[in-house]
């Protein structure tokens, strides 16, 4: 499974583009690393995945240009020992 986090840039209107690029990034973060803690709980494997061609995703998941991915996961059975 891939989970891909996007941030919505339309949401914080009141923030400066600059604002928002800071948020984002922590934001995944924090949720890619509940995701990594579950994933140890349950004996799943799960990697962090910044380099996405973030283009043809963006296209394949029908994204407005305020929709920014800023992180993809994978998540899958560990290799078998
Ligand atoms: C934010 C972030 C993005 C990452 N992006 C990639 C990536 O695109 N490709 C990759 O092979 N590893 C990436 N890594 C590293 C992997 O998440 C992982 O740590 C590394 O592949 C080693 O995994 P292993 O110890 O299970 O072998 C990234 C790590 C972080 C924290």
């Not at 583009?17 to 890619?32: L, T, V």
Request: hydrophobic share 50%.
């Amino acid at each position: 499974m891939n989970l891909v986090y996007v941030a919505d840039l339309s949401r914080m209107d009141e923030a400066s583009a600059e604002e928002k690029a800071q948020y984002a990034g922590p934001d995944a973060g924090f949720i890619a690393q509940n995701v990594y803690l579950f994933c140890a709980s349950e004996g799943l494997a799960t990697v962090a995945r910044g380099m996405v061609d973030r283009a043809a995703l963006a296209r394949l998941m029908r994204l407005s240009p305020q929709q920014s991915i800023i992180l993809a996961q994978s998540v899958g059975y560990p290799a078998a020992h």
